[in-house]
């Protein structure tokens, strides 16, 4: 069934704070499109520790850029953590993905922060003809 799947600097702006997400890239660092989150063993080993680890999280898009109408889920999650450096849960996500990326050789996480000044720069996709516009 699809699903509309929020990008992660609507989220930010939602929130009216930083966030953080996983995002999963190629050995390059390039995001791949066709990446099959369903099916990949790194995904479901961070979801696991997640899980765990009593951390919520929900699937988001990438950084949302102008003139895109739709893009393809490829297993981003937003971590409902806040950047905090002295935050306890912070600190353990920012220890376990910090090992696991020395593991990993491909298709590993990788966690990035957004800030919130940062995700209004696209506050005008907020806006209910935004996307009227981009289909006419």
């Known amino acids: 069934m699809p699903q509309l799947i929020k990008p992660i600097d609507k989220i930010s702006r939602e929130k009216k704070i930083d966030v953080l997400f996983l995002s999963f890239f190629d050995e390059d660092e390039n995001i791949d499109y066709n990446f099959n989150w369903e099916e990949s063993n790194v995904r479901k080993?961070?979801?696991?520790?997640?899980?765990?680890?009593?951390?919520?999280?929900?699937?988001?898009?990438?950084?949302?850029?102008?003139?895109?109408?739709?893009?393809?889920?490829?297993?981003n999650l937003y971590l409902d953590v806040p950047f905090d450096l002295n935050n306890n849960i912070y600190k353990k996500i920012d220890k376990y993905f910090e090992?696991?990326?020395?593991?990993?050789?491909?298709?590993?996480?990788?966690f990035f922060y957004v800030p919130y000044d940062y995700a209004m720069k696209n506050s005008h996709h907020d806006d209910d003809e935004y996307f009227n516009k981009l289909i006419d």
């Not at 961070?46 to 297993?75: A, M």
């Not at 090992?99 to 990788?110: A, G, S």
């Open 99 to 110: 090992n696991l990326d020395n593991i990993l050789k491909r298709k590993r996480p990788i």
């Open 45 to 75: 080993k961070v979801i696991k520790w997640l899980d765990e680890n009593n951390i919520e999280y929900y699937p988001c898009q990438i950084f949302w850029q102008d003139g895109l109408i739709d893009l393809r889920y490829i297993g």
